[in-house]
């Protein structure tokens, strides 16, 4: 099996924290797809991909769970080492899952230290704002950079009633606001921006330092991401409205898987030249073997 790299591997640096601050001010869009495990992680990094995000999504996308709340601290470290031994120069952001932060400041620490000591992650992702803030903010003052993530955030499902977009009325936007300037204050990374206004989410990007990265939330913030899944196909049901798909590996795998159980049926794979053979010598000396074998049950 070969993972060289597609379209050449041009040497850039390090993505780091600091690189994505700079990306803000110089206007240059920041890129981050999820990633799962080492393949993935591989074809994003050496794409040249600014952040590699491994999202609690994995809950669905890898694990087949209905949402992301089942989905537990060592389940998402064992995507987050397989991604990190992918991972070269993407800045690697590990997502927290539902309950590992929520309780309290000393238990979010101890779960965001293992997923940078454990999963070699250089950030660590929670969703939620101002009520998020005090938080976050312990987790930064124990050296662990944090991104945040406000509007649509599924780990809020169950209160939010569904999947819906978030921030449409007046205090819905002040609300939104005020959760991003309490990220901006806290000194977090990034901001994740998810299903909310494109003009709200101008807003929050034009008022805070901090880079925000949206995913269904217009082409107004300093940078965007997408489920690697929905990006190519590989996400079963309905897509998001913001979902662009970019190639469709769903029907490249359908296709292959059902080439080679034709090949197989049909006794067309493996061929001749796809199996190994005796050497020479071997053969000679099996074949006289098995002469004198013979010769004697006769
Ligand atoms: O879990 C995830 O994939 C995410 C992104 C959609 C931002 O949180």
Redesign the pocket.
């Known amino acids: 099996m070969s993972l060289t790299p597609i379209g050449g591997h041009s040497p850039r640096r390090k993505i780091t924290t600091a690189t994505i601050r700079e990306k803000k001010l110089l206007h240059e869009p920041i890129t981050c797809l999820?990633a799962y495990d080492y393949a993935t992680a591989r074809l994003v990094d050496e794409a040249g991909i600014d952040i590699a995000?491994v999202?609690?999504?994995l809950a669905m996308t890898m694990l087949g769970y209905e949402n992301?709340l089942s989905v537990t601290v060592d389940e998402m470290l064992h995507h987050v080492k397989a991604v990190r031994r992918g991972v070269k120069d993407a800045m690697l952001i590990a997502?927290m899952p539902y309950g590992s932060y929520q309780a309290d400041a000393n238990e979010a620490i101890h779960n965001a230290a293992r997923f940078v000591k454990e999963g070699g992650a250089e950030a660590v992702?929670m969703e939620g704002g101002e009520k998020r803030a005090d938080v976050i903010r312990r987790v930064i003052d124990a050296e662990i950079p944090v991104a945040g993530?406000i509007g649509l955030t599924?780990q809020s499902v169950n209160v939010m009633g569904g999947y819906k977009v978030q921030g449409k009325s007046l205090n819905a936007i002040e609300q939104l606001m005020r959760d991003a300037v309490a990220l901006d204050c806290a000194g977090v990374t990034c901001i994740?921006l998810?299903g909310i206004p494109r003009e709200v989410a101008a807003m929050i990007t034009a008022e805070v330092d901090t880079p925000t990265i949206g995913?269904g939330a217009g082409p107004d913030c300093d940078g965007q991401?997408l489920?690697f899944h929905d990006l190519v196909n590989l996400t079963f049901g309905h897509a998001a409205k913001f979902v662009r798909r970019y190639g469709d590996a769903a029907a490249l795998i359908t296709q292959s898987v059902l080439a080679f159980k034709a090949d197989v049926v049909s006794h067309q794979f493996p061929s001749d030249a796809e199996s190994y053979h005796l050497p020479k010598e071997t053969q000679a000396a099996l074949e006289t073997v098995l002469h004198r074998k013979h010769a004697m049950q006769r």
Do not use: A, N, Q
Request: charged residues 25%; proline residues 7%.
């Open positions: 999820t995000l999202g609690d999504s992301t997502d992702k993530h599924p994740y998810e995913i991401v489920v």
